[in-house]
């Protein structure tokens, strides 16, 4: 395991994958103390503010004030006037890691009536950066929950139906073939109503979770009946037999290692699907609600015609963080598999 | 009594719509100490019989096997689950024909060995001592540093050393050798045989040996039996098998032993056709 993550760490796509996702994951873990603004305090008065960018002026970190020139757009251009930044300074108070009350923040005005916009802000004047750190919470974390159970069922009707075969596995299999049958987004879409009809935001991460491993959970207990069903032809598993070990040691201690690496592997590519799923779900309104913050809610909002027309592009940042996120996901899968199975290495 | 005893083993595997009798009504006993070959080509029905006596063949309704199968008069074909699993490796082992199968890549061999003595002998306290000593007496050097490699950092003759230290670990009352050389080259073959020969007079165990190749019987083997199309169709001594064959099969098994200084321009092959022609005038 030490290893694997040393290999890893050699190779240059290995290592740039691995810093951007740690990097996303301690962002989520501190998104109290890298947020400029609670999650939700709205402001009317500044709907769709553009980005303000941090500056040097006059000895110190500053953002630049803007003033609306036409309400109708809304447009704003700057007055020329600047709002100085402090670093670790106190602002609104949030919970570090849920438990431990704090008020620092890494950047806050140090007048509290200033306005920060790092990444601009929404059709409700809400901080666009803020949500957007806030909402990785949600989309990062699905994706590790969501696998987790996956493979945990993956692995336990694959596992045993390739390992006892005969009727386990037949029946086994033709129920994974049911569920395999259902188009997707349909059973999602169906089992999003029957399972949650008016859900608070924390409850619906957990049933998002839920309906995405119960579809998920098919496909990987396919590949795994496969692969367990071929390592116990192998003559080691007639061994661990002969020497008198019981069917769920050999399963334990023989089929299990055997697979940890495809596990791992399949695991890292797998990821980005939860992360995809959720984002469909919260965009088409049935997932995560507001207030509360996701990334694929939150681009939601950017569907309107006006934010095309007028050029609001931060308003499509949570794409971009996605964007980002699967892509380190899958090259660090690529770079995974490369390792654990060189023969599979793509030219 | 003898320590086994086989008896009218029946044995046929059931695919689809097909049956397949492998193995037709063989009867053979071994007393302890002693050593019996059961020699035959492939397909003889020879693995099946020694993956029988403690019940490897995959279950009902795949394979049945009938018949009795007695280890110190109890019917092992009779015996539960548990009480099977306590029989296998603690008083019957087995060593494979191919011993880098046989080892789990993913664990180091004194790991896989300790597994074995845990589960047999949970009063040995000092697990790694015994693994090491267990080593040692295959005749693997350095066994306090080689019982942390893995199976591929060690050659085949190495990896089949192990697989006999580990079926020895637990001191079984019968090894079953099933083809132990088959994988092997030649003088490493001889090594193999040699220890298991020195394995044999030191612990008094006694060894079924499943083979193919009369070459290595002489001097390894008390008795012999040889199969042929599910049967046993001789057996005996070995000395006396193998100066006066009787049966057709045998003669012309140890007539395919290549001799070095013989003057044979061809090796001598099986005329199987030959061999039903004198069966049938012998009936």
Known sequence: MKSLLL??????????????????????????????????????????????????????????????????GPRYERTGEYHRLRLLAPGFEYRLLGLLPLQRHLVQPVDPSAKVYLLGSDS???????????????????????????????????????????????????????????????????????????????????????????????GAARVLRGMSLSLRRRQFVLAAESMGQSPLRILRLHILPNLAS?????????????????????????????PASSWGLMLSQAQNIKIFMLNFWWLLTPGVAMFVTVIAFNLLGDVLRDIVDPRMKTQ | MPLLSVEDLRISFHQRDQTVEAVKGVSFALEAGRTLAIVGESGSGKSVTAL???????????????????????????????????????????????????????FTVGAQIA??????????????????????????????????????????????????????????????????????????????????RDLKTSTGMSVILITHNFGIVRGFADDVAVMYRGLIVESGPTEEILSRPKHPYTQALIACIPRLGARQRRLATIDHAAIARALETKI
């Open chain 1, 7 to 72: 290999e890893v760490y050699r190779r240059p796509l290995g290592r740039a994958s691995l810093f951007v996702l740690i990097a996303l994951y301690l962002g989520a873990l501190f998104a109290g103390f890298l947020a400029t603004q609670p999650v939700n305090s709205q402001d009317l008065a500044h709907t769709y503010h553009p980005p303000t960018p941090i500056v040097w002026h006059d000895g110190g970190l500053a953002v630049p004030d803007y003033r609306v020139v036409d309400k109708s």
């Open chain 2, 115 to 196: 597994e074995a003595v845990r589960l047999h002998l949970p009063e040995i306290k000092d697990v790694e001592a015994h693994v090491i000593r267990a080593l040692e007496q295959v005749g693997i050097a350095d066994a306090a540093r080689r019982h942390t490699s893995y199976p591929h950092e060690l050659s085949g003759g190495m990896q089949q050393r192990v697989m006999i230290a580990m079926a020895l670990a637990c001191r079984p009352k019968i090894l079953v050798a099933d083809e132990p050389t088959t994988a092997l080259d030649v003088t490493i073959q001889k090594q193999i045989i040699d220890l298991l």
């Open chain 2, 52 to 106: 029988s006596l403690t019940r490897l063949l995959p279950e009902p309704p795949n394979c049945r096997v009938t018949g009795a199968i007695r280890y110190q008069g109890r019917d092992v074909l009779g015996l539960d689950r548990r009480s099977l699993q306590a029989l296998r490796g603690k008083e019957i082992a087995y060593v494979f024909q191919e011993p880098s199968s046989s080892l789990n890549p993913v």
């Open chain 1, 124 to 218: 409700t004047g809400r901080c666009v950066f803020s949500r957007l750190v806030y909402g990785s919470r949600v989309s990062l974390l699905i994706g590790l929950v969501g696998i987790t159970i996956t493979l945990f069922l993956g692995l336990l009707v694959g596992g045993l139906s390739g390992y006892f075969g005969g009727r386990i596995d037949f029946f086994a299999m033709r129920g994974v073939e049911f569920l395999m049958a259902i188009p997707s987004l349909y059973l999602l879409l169906a089992l999003r109503s029957v399972l949650a009809p008016r859900f608070n935001s924390d409850q619906m991460f957990v049933v998002i979770v839920i309906i995405l491993s119960l579809i998920g959970w098919a």
């Open chain 1, 262 to 290: 495809y596990l791992l592997v399949a695991a890292t590519l797998s990821i980005p699907g939860y992360i995809l799923g959720e984002a469909a779900l919260s965009f088409l309104g049935l997932g995560i609600a507001e």
